[in-house]
């Protein structure tokens, strides 16, 4: 039904900045809500940033102010802009996509996401 690929991932310093993108395939017009988790080693996957059909963002309190997430619905494509990157960033994030759309605002865990990408890793060095 829908494919994600993520994008963008690699090795910055800290304070420093990167932006990843999701390229989303297959039926692309179903997708309604679609998010940027991340995830370290022995830790919960946990969401970043949340953005609706309408252009409605969510964020986590440990990234507001700092990430930006975005999406060109033409090009299908989710973006996650990061700035002012710190050592606790280090994770693989992942992109996630759902058609329900009744979910309301806000962020919600993955199990209300039915589409995901591979993960792409982000590594901040000091």
């Known amino acids: 039904q829908v494919q994600l690929a993520e994008s963008g991932g690699g090795s910055v310093e800290a304070g420093g900045s990167l932006t990843l993108a999701c390229e989303a395939s297959g039926y692309t017009n179903s997708i309604w809500y679609m998010a940027w988790f991340r995830q370290v080693p022995g830790k919960e996957r946990e969401g970043v940033a949340a953005?609706?059909?309408?252009?409605?963002?969510n964020y986590a309190d440990f990234v507001k102010g700092r990430f930006t997430i975005s999406r060109d619905n033409a090009k299908n494509i989710l973006y996650l802009q990061m700035s002012a990157l710190a050592l606790d960033d280090t994770a693989t994030y992942y992109c996630?996509?759902?058609?329900?759309?009744?979910?309301?605002?806000?962020?919600?865990?993955?199990?209300?996401?039915?589409?995901w990408g591979q993960g792409t890793q982000v590594t901040v060095s000091s």
């Open positions: 953005i609706d059909g309408d252009g409605v963002t």
């Open positions: 996630a996509a759902e058609e329900d759309t009744a979910l309301g605002a806000g962020l919600h865990p993955e199990f209300e996401y039915q589409w």
